[in-house]
C-alpha cells in the first residue's frame, strides 16, 4: 500500500495510529467486565447514599436555596470558613467543619487575602450557602456534577450534567417534575425570569415568587442551547448549524434580523436588549474574535483578537471576558462593555490555578471559581474592578471530593 | 456476571447486550482515552468510568441510533470535566512513574515519536480535537457533537492546535509541512 504523502493532517494520523497500536499491543489491557460493574455500582451508591440524605434533609429546608444567582442580598462579612450550618451533613463528604480543618494546610489559595462573602448565594461541596448565613444540602440527582440551579416558581431547578435532567423541586424539597434537558439556565440580572428546557420545550417563568403555571413557551430542539433574554424572548442556538458551519440562532416569540450574522458562536445578551457577545471568524481562517454588537445602532460595538466575552455584568456596563489565546481560560478579565477596553484583570494559570466558572457578583466584582493544581482544593476568588483579588470563600474539596459537586455553579447566563 | 447485572436492575436480554457492545468496542474506547490522557493507567481508569456510565445509562442510550457516539462522548465529557483533572492530579501525586507506552523498536520513528510528544503538550480541548479528527477521523460537525461545541470551535481549536504544533516541530527539517508561519 503506497503511504499517504506527507502533511500536517497525515502525519498526525500516522503518529495517533501507531501510538494507539502501541498501546493497545504492549501497554493497553482489556477491562473486565468485573471492573466496569463495580465502577458503576460506586456511582450507583454514591447516588443513592446522597440522595436517601439529602431528601431527608431537603425537609427542613431554609428560605431560596440558589446557587450563584443573580439575587443580590446583604452581605455577611464573617469568615466564610465557618458558616453557620443548619443542614445534616452527608458521611462521604467532607462536612464544612472538616474542609475548613482539611484547607488550613492549603498552600496557594490560602494565601489569597479573605474577603468578604459573595454577595450571592453560592454551592459548594454539594451546600448551597445562603447570603444570610445558612446552609442546605442540595436535593437528590444534584450531587454528581451539578451543572446549574436557579431559584424557580418558589422552589428550585437543578440541572445534572451526569444525566442530562432537569427537575423542578418545590419549596420544600420535593419533586415537581423531571425530565431530560441541558444545564443551560438563562435568568434576567433582576432574578424575574429564568428559562430552561426539559423533554424538547422551552419554559421561561417568574424565577422569584409563586407565579401559577409553568411558562411552557413551545417546542424547541433537545439540543438547543440558550443563550439569554433579548427583546422579550429567549435568543438560542437551535443546535443546527448553517453548511459554513454557522450556528443557527433563533428568538423564542419573534425573530432576529441580520445582526447576529458572522458569529460563530454566541455567548451572552445583556439586560438593556441591546449587546449581544460571542466570537466571530470575519476572516474565516478558524482564529476567532471576541465581539459585541448593538441590535439598536446594527454596529459592532468592538472586537478584540484577544479576548472571549462571556457574560454581561447586571448593569450592562462590564464584560467578563476569558482569554482566546489560552485554552484553558485561566487568564479572566473585566472589560469595558462600550470599548472592549481591560478594566482589570487575572492570570490564574500562572497562579497555580484553573477555573471553571465565573459570574459578576455585582457590577464591580467578577466571582471566578479557582481550582487549585495538584490537589484540586478550591474557592471562589473575587476580581474587583480596581484589579485587586480577594477570596470570598473558604478553600476547601480536593483529592477526596471525588464524585462530588463541583465547588460552585452561577445560575445566570453561562 | 448476568446475575449482578440483574441485580443492578438489568434484564438479561439488555445485558447480555450490553457485555456484547463492551466487549466488541472497549478496545476503541481504551485507544482514544490513551490518546487524551497519554498515560496509561489514566487512560484505564477513564475509559473504565466512561463504561461504567454507559452501562448505568444502557435502557435509554441502548435504544438511541449510535451508542458508540455516546460512549464518546461520555469518554470525552470525563476527560475534560472538572472531575477528571482532580482524577489525574491524584495519580501524579501518588505515582510519578512514567506510563507513556514505548513504539515497538521496528515502529519506532523520530517523526512520529517527536509529534507524539508535541500533542501530548497540547492544552487538553486543543489535544481532544486532534485525536477526534485525525484519530477517529470525525468530520468537524461530528467532532463539534461530540465536544458539545460548534463547527466554529472546532475549527479554531483544529487551527491553533496546528499552530503550536507547528511552532514546536518548524525546527525540524525531516517534517515536511510544519513549517512555523510566519
Do not use: C
Not at chain 1, 501497554?27 to 447514599?49: H, N, T, Y
Not at chain 1, 458562536?265 to 466571530?280: E, K, M, R
Not at chain 1, 484577544?306 to 471576558?321: C, E, I, Q
Not at chain 2, 514505548?102 to 481532544?128: C, F, K, N
Request: charged content about 20%.
Amino acid at each position: 500500500m503506497t503511504p499517504a504523502p506527507s502533511s500536517p493532517q497525515n502525519d498526525l494520523t500516522r503518529t495517533l495510529n501507531r501510538h494507539a497500536e502501541g498501546f493497545a499491543e504492549l501497554g493497553g489491557s482489556s477491562l473486565d467486565l468485573d471492573q466496569v460493574l463495580a465502577r458503576a455500582g460506586e456511582i450507583r451508591r454514591g447516588r443513592r447514599l446522597r440522595a436517601s440524605l439529602v431528601m431527608a434533609a431537603v425537609v427542613v429546608a431554609v428560605a431560596v436555596p440558589i446557587g450563584i444567582t443573580n439575587l443580590v442580598g446583604g452581605n455577611n462579612a464573617t469568615d466564610p470558613a465557618a458558616p453557620a450550618t443548619h443542614g445534616p451533613t452527608l458521611p462521604d463528604r467532607p462536612s464544612p467543619t472538616t474542609t475548613k480543618a482539611r484547607s488550613s494546610s492549603n498552600p496557594l489559595l490560602s494565601r489569597i487575602p479573605l474577603g468578604a462573602k459573595p454577595d450571592h448565594s453560592y454551592v459548594e461541596l454539594g451546600v448551597m450557602h445562603d447570603v444570610d448565613g445558612t446552609t442546605q444540602q442540595l436535593p437528590a440527582g444534584a450531587t454528581d456534577r451539578l451543572s446549574g440551579i436557579t431559584p424557580y416558581l418558589g422552589g428550585y431547578l437543578v440541572a445534572g450534567a451526569e444525566t442530562d435532567t432537569v427537575t423542578l423541586y418545590d419549596g420544600s424539597g420535593k419533586v415537581v417534575k423531571s425530565g431530560s434537558g441541558p444545564g443551560f439556565f438563562v435568568t434576567t440580572s433582576d432574578g424575574v425570569e429564568t428559562a430552561y428546557v426539559m423533554d424538547g420545550r422551552l419554559y421561561s417563568n417568574p424565577g422569584s415568587g409563586m407565579a401559577s403555571g409553568d411558562g411552557a413557551v413551545g417546542p424547541i430542539s433537545p439540543n438547543a442551547r440558550l443563550i439569554g433574554y433579548l427583546q422579550g424572548g429567549v435568543l438560542y442556538a437551535t443546535g443546527q448549524h448553517d453548511a459554513d458551519g454557522t450556528p443557527q440562532l433563533a428568538l423564542s416569540g419573534g425573530s432576529i434580523g441580520r445582526d447576529l450574522d458572522g458569529f460563530t458562536s454566541v455567548n451572552a445578551t445583556d439586560d438593556s436588549d441591546d449587546l449581544v457577545a460571542g466570537i466571530s471568524d470575519p476572516a474565516g481562517t478558524g482564529r476567532g474574535v471576541g465581539r459585541v454588537v448593538s441590535l439598536r445602532t446594527h454596529q459592532t460595538v468592538w472586537s478584540s483578537p484577544d479576548w472571549d466575552p462571556v457574560s454581561f455584568s447586571y448593569d450592562g456596563k462590564y464584560v467578563a471576558a476569558t482569554a482566546l489565546d489560552t485554552d484553558d481560560t485561566t487568564q479572566v478579565a473585566i472589560l469595558d462593555a462600550a470599548t472592549g477596553q481591560v478594566v482589570a484583570t487575572t492570570n490564574l494559570g500562572a497562579k497555580g490555578f484553573d477555573t471553571t466558572d465565573t459570574a459578576f457578583d455585582d457590577s464591580d466584582n467578577l466571582l471566578v471559581i479557582a481550582q487549585q493544581r495538584g490537589d484540586g482544593k478550591e474557592a471562589i476568588l473575587r476580581l474587583s474592578r480596581n484589579g485587586t483579588l480577594d477570596r470570598a470563600t473558604a478553600v476547601v474539596g480536593g483529592l477526596q471530593t471525588d464524585y462530588q459537586t463541583p465547588l460552585i455553579i452561577p445560575a445566570g447566563p453561562q | 456476571m448476568l446475575t449482578t447485572m440483574r441485580e443492578q436492575g438489568m434484564t438479561e436480554p439488555a445485558a447480555a447486550d450490553f457485555e456484547s457492545w463492551m466487549s466488541a468496542r472497549q478496545h476503541r474506547l481504551l485507544r482514544t482515552a490513551y490518546l487524551l490522557t497519554g498515560d496509561v493507567h489514566a487512560a484505564e481508569d477513564l475509559a473504565q468510568t466512561a463504561l461504567a456510565k454507559v452501562y448505568l445509562a444502557w435502557d435509554r442510550v441502548s435504544a438511541a441510533q449510535s451508542v458508540d457516539a455516546y460512549a464518546r462522548r461520555i469518554l470525552i465529557n470525563e476527560h475534560t470535566s472538572a472531575w477528571r483533572r482532580l482524577w489525574r492530579h491524584r495519580e501524579v501525586i501518588t505515582d510519578t512513574s512514567s506510563h507513556d507506552v514505548p513504539v515497538p523498536a521496528e515502529e519506532y520513528d523520530g517523526v512520529t515519536d517527536a509529534l507524539w510528544e508535541a500533542v501530548r503538550s497540547l492544552p487538553e480541548r486543543q489535544r481532544a480535537v486532534v485525536v477526534l479528527r485525525y484519530y477517529e477521523q470525525l468530520s468537524e460537525r461530528e467532532a463539534a457533537e461530540a465536544l458539545a461545541v460548534s463547527v466554529g470551535t472546532i475549527k479554531s481549536q483544529s487551527s491553533r492546535a496546528l499552530d503550536t504544533l507547528r511552532a514546536r516541530l518548524g525546527s525540524r527539517t525531516d517534517l515536511a509541512g510544519w513549517e512555523a508561519h510566519s
